[in-house]
């Protein structure tokens, strides 16, 4: 009579088990590879928004700088064709100075993100709150920033110092940024701000709130009782990649 070889339960867990790991094993090179695809898929769509941002600013600072030189050549005409005490001319010399200045203020908006230096916004504010009499107080960490974070985060310590001297009398203000967890937060703070009146909107903090959300991030502010102003800005510290 033939000998029938009995497979054991023992004998079947083996290959089971390796299957298994196999199993599991793929599915985690799978997961990491889908992880990786999302985070290029991320990085395209962000170098292209950043591409077209500049290819706007480019636009812009063209078609704009055109009009201002032309305005600019014809006010200096009727700065030179006027009579030396006509009333017109020193009109016409302001008129000539604005054109400049504005030239100059559109070259500077339409620089390139990375253009703006969070190192000098801070100095600078530092600067001009002192020069108002109001006590700034500045912490910043030295963690390594994504350059359009730090560029953001210049433009609202910017936007931050126009709005405490617009509308407060502050006599102290605070910046402060932190990373902690991959996320950059700032926070500026002061006080002399009247806690009846409910701050508004606007298109700046819009704009803020925008620039932000360009970077997965967020913008709020906050206002005490006791007249204390806070606007807290949140972004991942790689602008979008809060791994």
Known sequence: MPHIALV???????????????????????????????????????QAAAEAREQFGRDVHDLVSSRLWLASLRSE???RLADDDSPLRPALADVVQSIRQASADIRNVTRSFRDVSLASELANARAVLHAYGTD????ATEAELGDEVSAVLAIMVREAMTNVLRHSRATLCTIEIVVRGGVATLTVANDGVDPSVRPGDGTGLDNLR??????????????????????????PRRGGDRR
């Not at 959300?213 to 006791?226: F, I, K, N, R, Y």
């Open 8 to 46: 054991t339960p023992l004998a079947l867990l083996a290959p089971l088990a390796l299957l298994g790991t196999l199993l599991i094993a793929g599915l985690v090179v799978l997961v990491m590879r889908l992880r990786r695809l999302r985070v290029m898929q991320a990085e395209a769509a962000r």
């Open 77 to 79: 005409l009727a700065y």
């Open 210 to 235: 925008n620039r932000a959300a360009a970077l997965d991030g967020t913008v709020g502010t906050v206002l005490d009782p006791d007249g204390w102003f806070r606007l807290i800005a949140e972004i």
């Open 136 to 139: 700034c107080k500045v912490e």
